[in-house]
């Protein structure tokens, strides 16, 4: 079962994936990537680690939600930015909090999206599930 716990874990997942791929800040896998010298098999292992979490987390959340759910969805974490530029929350005509915006915003589709099959079981009862053939 979800929980409001359960949620934010997700969430903190994506916000992991999401910022620690690449961050105005210059602390990130991309930033760290730039940079000479290093070992690369560890900068190689940490990329597939991001990357395999990525993936995991785009194929619930399509699985569970499809394209309908994910444009609807979309749509609303849009509308979100945009009124939250309209009351003067964040100014996307500076590069940083744009870039910053949309990192949370993808965080919020990625979190919302790879727990969406318990979300939606907990709103309407209804279980989701594979088809699976028995050998």
């Known amino acids: 079962m979800l929980s409001i716990l359960g949620y934010t ?8 994936v999401i910022f620690g791929g690449f961050n105005p800040s210059g602390y990130s896998y991309y930033h760290w990537i730039q940079q000479d010298g290093g070992n690369w098999a560890v900068k190689l292992f940490v990329g597939l680690i991001l990357t395999v979490i990525l993936y995991l987390q785009v194929n619930a ?7 309908v759910g994910t444009s609807m ?5 849009l509308s979100g930015v945009w009124l939250a530029s309209d009351l003067g ?6 590069r940083t ?8 915003a993808l965080t919020m589709l990625l979190g919302t999206g790879f727990c969406w099959s318990h979300i939606r079981y907990r709103l309407s009862g209804q279980m989701d ?3 699976i ?3």
Not at 73 to 77: A, D, F, G, M, P
Request: hydrophobic share 60%.
């Open 61 to 67: 959340m399509w699985r569970s939600m499809r394209l």
């Open 133 to 135: 053939a028995a050998p």
């Open 97 to 104: 909090q744009f870039i910053l915006t949309i990192q949370v």
């Open 129 to 131: 599930s594979e088809n």
């Open 89 to 94: 929350i964040v100014d996307l005509h500076d």
């Open 9 to 16: 874990a997700r969430l903190l997942i994506a916000m992991f």
């Open 73 to 77: 969805l979309t749509i609303i974490v």
